[in-house]
C-alpha cells in the first residue's frame, strides 16, 4: 500500500476509536447536570444516588477519552507535516482555544465533580458538573470548527508560495463562524447527547430485564428516554440543516451521498441501494424530486451531480453514499425506538415488554453507529481534498515518513487500542454489575444540613 492510503488508515483508525468516547463525556455530562438539579430542586435521595454512579460513569470515559486523543496531535506532525505547515496558523488557534477554553475548564472542576461530594456543600458541587459539563461541550466547539474550516475555509489568506505557502488567519471570528462550523457543530452535539442519553438507556433496561435496582433503572429509563427523544428529534432536524449546508458549499459532496451524477432538477432521494461507479449509475428505490425539495425547498430546483466535476476530484462514491445512508436510517430507527419506548413507559406496560428491554438495552449501539458513519461520510466525502478546494490530501503528507514506519506504527497503535478498549469494557461492566450504592441514598451529613434537613445520627 501506499504512504498516502496507509497514512489515512492510520489516522481514521485513530480518531474512530477517539469517537467512541466524547460523545459519551458529552451526553453524560449534560444529564449529569439534570440529575443533580432535580436532586437540588426536589431533594429526592435517589437522584443523588444517580448522580453518584453516572458521575463514576463519566468519569471513565473521559479519562479513556483523553488518553486516546492525544495521539492524534502527534500524527499531524508525523504523518501529515505539509498540511501542519500549510494551515498550522488556522489549525492550531482553535486546537489552542479548545485546550484554554475546554480542557482546562472541564479538567480544572473534575476532581470536585469526582472527590467533592463531602468536602463542598451541593450548590458548590452541582456549579462544577456545570462547568465541567461546558468544558465537555467547549472541546466540541473548537473541534468542530477546526475541522468545518478544511470543509469550508475562511477567514484567512494564503500568504508564500509554493513550499513555502501557508494559510493566515485574517479574521478569527470568520474562521470560527464559517459557513458549515454552527451546522455541523449542532448535529456533532445531538448526535452526543444521543450517545450519552442511550447508554443511560441501556443499563436502566438491563437491570428491569434482571429486575435488580428497579426504583434506579426507571428514574434512569425515563429521565434517559425523555433526552433520548429530544436529542434523536433535534438530530433529524440539524442533519436536514447540515445537509442544506452541504448542497450550498460542497454541491458533490451532497451528490456522493445520493450517488447522483446528472446535474437536474426534480433528483430523486434514493432510500437504499448501491452505485455503479464505473457505468455512473445509482441502483436503489428513489422517491422522485425528493432530494430538490429537501436542498432547496422546491422539487424543480436544479441539485448539481457528480459530471460536474472532474473523475479525479470525485471522492469514493459508493462508499460515502452507503456510509451516509446507514447514518440516516440508524437516526430514523433510534426515533422510532424512542416513541415505541415512551409510549410503552406512558402505557405502564414497560417492564412488561421483554423485546422493547432488549432493544433498550442494545440500542446503545446505535448512536455510536450513526455516529461514526456520519463522520467518516462527511471526511470520505471532501476527498480528494484535505482543504477543501485549497490543498489536497495526497500533498499534505510528510516527505519522510515511510510505508513501514507507518504500518509499525499503527500495528502498535492497534494493539494499545485494543488494550485500552479491554479496560474500559471491563471497568464498565464491572460498574454495571456492581450496581449503585445503597449508601448513596443518604446523603453526607454536611449535605443533608445544607438543605436545613437532619441527617441520620446528627443531634
Given at each position: 500500500m501506499?504512504?498516502?492510503l496507509l497514512s489515512r488508515l492510520q489516522f481514521a483508525l485513530t480518531i474512530t476509536f477517539h469517537y467512541l468516547y466524547p460523545p459519551l463525556s458529552i451526553g453524560l455530562g449534560i444529564l449529569l447536570v439534570v440529575i443533580e438539579a432535580l436532586w437540588l430542586i426536589t431533594r429526592n435521595p435517589l437522584y443523588h444516588q444517580m448522580a453518584r454512579y453516572w458521575t463514576k460513569v463519566f468519569a471513565l470515559t473521559f479519562a479513556i477519552g483523553v488518553a486516546t486523543g492525544i495521539v492524534m496531535e502527534f500524527e499531524f506532525g508525523t504523518n501529515w507535516a505539509t498540511y501542519s505547515r500549510y494551515v498550522g496558523d488556522v489549525f492550531g488557534s482553535a486546537l489552542a482555544a479548545e485546550g484554554i477554553f475546554a480542557f482546562f475548564l472541564e479538567s480544572g472542576f473534575l476532581a470536585v465533580l469526582l472527590f467533592g461530594w463531602d468536602k463542598v456543600g451541593p450548590k458548590m458541587h452541582f456549579f462544577s458538573t456545570c462547568m465541567v459539563a461546558l468544558g465537555a461541550h467547549f472541546s466540541a466547539v473548537w473541534i468542530v470548527v477546526a475541522n468545518s474550516w478544511m470543509q469550508t475555509p475562511a477567514g484567512f489568506h494564503i500568504v508564500g508560495t509554493g513550499l513555502n505557502a501557508r494559510a493566515e488567519v485574517t479574521d478569527f471570528w470568520a474562521m470560527v463562524f464559517n459557513p458549515s462550523s454552527?451546522?455541523?457543530?449542532?448535529?456533532?452535539?445531538?448526535?452526543?447527547?444521543?450517545?450519552g442519553a442511550w447508554l443511560m438507556v441501556s443499563v436502566g433496561a438491563w437491570y428491569l430485564l434482571r429486575r435488580r435496582h428497579r426504583e434506579f433503572a426507571l428514574a434512569s429509563v425515563r429521565i434517559g428516554l425523555a433526552f433520548a427523544l429530544f436529542a434523536s428529534l433535534l438530530t433529524l432536524l440539524t442533519g436536514h440543516k447540515s445537509a442544506e449546508g452541504v448542497a450550498k458549499n460542497q454541491p458533490e459532496k451532497l451528490a456522493a451521498f445520493e450517488g447522483l451524477y446528472v446535474t437536474r432538477t426534480h433528483a430523486p432521494l434514493t432510500l437504499f441501494g448501491w452505485v455503479d461507479a464505473k457505468n455512473e449509475k445509482t441502483h436503489g428505490y428513489a422517491i422522485p424530486g425528493l432530494l430538490s425539495w429537501l436542498a432547496h425547498g422546491k422539487t424543480s430546483a436544479k441539485v448539481t451531480g457528480l459530471n460536474e466535476t472532474a473523475p479525479a476530484d470525485r471522492p469514493p462514491v459508493n462508499f460515502t453514499f452507503q456510509l451516509f445512508h446507514l447514518m440516516v436510517a440508524v437516526g430514523f430507527t433510534m426515533i422510532g425506538l424512542a416513541l415505541w419506548a415512551v409510549w410503552a413507559l406512558w402505557r405502564g406496560s414497560l417492564e412488561r415488554s421483554r423485546v422493547l428491554l432488549w432493544l433498550m438495552t442494545f440500542a446503545v449501539l446505535g448512536p455510536q453507529i450513526a455516529n461514526q458513519a456520519g463522520w467518516w461520510a462527511a471526511e470520505v466525502g471532501r476527498q480528494p481534498w484535505i482543504v477543501y478546494h485549497l490543498l489536497k490530501t495526497s500533498a499534505a503528507l510528510s516527505a519522510v515518513v515511510t510505508a513501514n514506519e507507518v504500518v509499525a506504527s499503527m500495528v502498535m497503535?492497534?494493539?494499545?487500542?485494543?488494550?485500552?478498549?479491554?479496560?474500559?469494557?471491563?471497568?464498565?461492566?464491572?460498574?454495571?454489575?456492581h450496581g449503585p450504592d445503597d449508601s448513596d441514598l443518604n446523603p453526607a451529613g454536611k449535605w443533608a444540613l445544607g438543605f436545613g434537613l437532619k441527617s441520620k445520627g446528627a443531634k
Open positions: 501506499s504512504v498516502l454552527m451546522q455541523r457543530l449542532s448535529h456533532t452535539l445531538s448526535g452526543a447527547w444521543q450517545a497503535f492497534s494493539l494499545v487500542y485494543m488494550l485500552l478498549f479491554a479496560v474500559f469494557v471491563f471497568l464498565l461492566n464491572d460498574k454495571i454489575q
